[in-house]
């Protein structure tokens, strides 16, 4: 079992709707969650953070965690062709000195 | 303020040869982790560094090795490449020494090995 999963897609969404990407991680004690986004060629920017249970929002990106399904997700609304790209979803442990990452799904939004 | 920054951004090798990678850290932060990426997967963690120290190391051959400077910068080295290897490196630098995954990235260095 990976340590964190998420569907490789490609998904596509239409201008204006809303992408729904979701991750899953196997370690319990896992207490931090990040998405970042990689844009083809580019190295990973990071996006959005979240730490406890519910819904983070910031502008368009909504982060979801529910730490008891183990299920992190990431909503962005109203998408962009700008949005198009490969989204990373990452777990830190607490205490932990290491990150790891999903092996990444891509976005494709179509104008 | 300059991000993180690593060099050389692209280079090729050859089997059995030895690597280099450099990596200058965002003014003010201590933290350098060095992760690999190969096309179509996410990066894998390979060292974690903090105030010089190794703090964290991930499933790697010992072929891989890393140290940080006194002014954190940071270079990764990786000895009798293999075909393998070739990847994306990414060097990130962050703030904290724990429980942070909020990550700087780099442009990464690119390494074909022949």
């Not at chain 2, 060095?34 to 499933?59: A, D, H």
């Not at chain 2, 909020?102 to 442009?107: A, D, Q, T």
Request: aromatic share 12%; with cysteine; hydrophobic share 30%.
């Amino acid at each position: 079992q990976k340590e964190v999963e998420q569907n490789s897609g490609p998904l596509s969404v239409p201008e204006g709707a809303i992408a729904s990407l979701n991750c899953t991680y196997s370690d319990r004690g896992s207490q931090s969650f990040f998405w970042y986004r990689q844009y083809s060629g580019k190295s990973p920017e990071l996006i959005m953070s979240i730490y406890s249970n519910g819904d983070k929002e910031d502008g368009r990106f909504t982060a979801q965690l529910n730490k008891a399904s183990q299920y992190v997700s990431l909503l962005i609304r109203d998408s962009q062709p700008s949005d198009s790209a490969t989204y990373l979803c990452a777990v830190n442990k607490g205490g932990g000195f290491k990150t790891i990452f999903g092996a990444g799904t891509r976005l494709f939004v179509k104008a | 303020d300059a991000g993180v920054t690593q060099s050389p951004t692209h280079l090729i090798k050859t089997r059995g040869q030895h690597v280099t990678l450099r990596c200058s850290p965002i003014s003010g932060h201590k933290s350098v982790s060095w992760y690999q990426q190969v096309l179509g997967q996410g990066p894998q963690f390979i060292f974690q560094y903090y105030e010089k120290e190794e703090r964290g190391r991930g499933n790697f051959p010992d072929r891989f090795s890393a140290r940080q400077f006194p002014n954190y910068s940071s270079e990764l080295n990786v000895n009798a490449l293999l075909l393998g290897d070739s990847a994306l490196y990414l060097c990130a630098s962050s703030l904290r020494a724990a429980n942070t995954g909020e990550l700087f990235f780099g442009e990464g260095s690119r390494l074909t090995v022949l």
